[in-house]
T-cell receptor
Framework: NAGVTQTPKFRILKIGQSMTLQCAQD?????MYWYRQDPGMGLKLIYY???????DKGEVPNGYNVSRSTTEDFPLRLELAAPSQTSVYFC?????????????FGEGSRLTVL | DQQVKQNSPSLSVQEGRISILNCDYT??????FLWYKKYPAEGPTFLIS?????DKNEDGRFTVFLNKSAKHLSLHIVPSQPGDSAVYFC?????????????FGKGTKLTVNP
């Protein structure tokens, strides 16, 4: 049972480059999320999706784009990478908004922009 | 403006003793509180939660206490084990909104010494 799978685990980008972080879940969860965690900080929500074809901005969406064409996949696109986007990115999913808000996280993708 | 605060970046305890991790919040409109545990190079995993209508929730060695008047919650781990060494994140869910509105603290790194 894979859960939430993120690729790549590590990536170094040059300023101005673009890339896509992949996220897939096999739990048939409706809700999916992208968070970033900067050193010494909590998790900040970038974008989320409540189902295929539906996405919405979180707290820190600038510089990112997402799409949700299937229930399983929720890729995060970085356009024109900047040093401020150096962070660890976590994809997560949940069955729904839920009474508890329990999220299932992937292992993270560490991105460095030089 | 931090709505969820974990004021202790780190905590060190001896194996077998109690670990107490603290979390303060500023928004009275949170209705659910959660604790996540994170090992290095892994994503956070859900540990325990508590509804705002309760003051205590217990799950094995883990107990969460909620003091609404003080806007304070704590996670107790008894007895502490070396495998509990991890970063613990407190999170809160606003009454208006679902999992996408979770607010995370910065985390407390717990070290349990053998």
């Amino acid at each position: 049972n894979a859960g939430v799978t993120q690729t790549p685990k590590f990536r170094i980008l040059k300023i101005g480059q673009s890339m896509t972080l992949q996220c897939a879940q096999d739990m048939n969860h409706n809700y999916m999320y992208w968070y970033r965690q900067d050193p010494g900080m909590g998790l900040k929500l970038i974008y989320y999706s409540v189902g295929a074809g539906i996405t919405d901005k979180g707290e820190v969406p600038n510089g990112y784009n997402v799409s949700r064409s299937t229930t399983e996949d929720f890729p995060l696109r970085l356009e024109l990478a900047a040093p401020s986007q150096t962070s660890v990115y976590f994809c997560a999913s949940s069955y729904g908004p839920g009474p508890t808000g329990e999220l299932f996280f992937g292992e993270g993708s560490r991105l460095t922009v030089l | 403006d931090q709505q969820v605060k974990q004021n202790s970046p780190s905590l060190s305890v001896q194996e077998g003793r109690i670990s107490i991790l603290n979390c303060d919040y500023t928004n009275s409109m949170f209705d659910y509180f959660l604790w996540y545990k994170k090992y290095p190079a892994e994503g956070p995993t859900f540990l325990i939660s508590i509804s705002s209508i309760k003051d205590k929730n217990e799950d094995g060695r883990f107990t969460v206490f909620l003091n609404k008047s003080a806007k304070h919650l704590s996670l107790h781990i008894v007895p502490s084990q070396p495998g509990d060494s991890a970063v613990y994140f407190c999170a809160a869910r606003p009454t208006q909104g679902g999992s996408e509105k979770l607010v995370f603290g910065k985390g407390t790194k717990l070290t349990v010494n053998p």
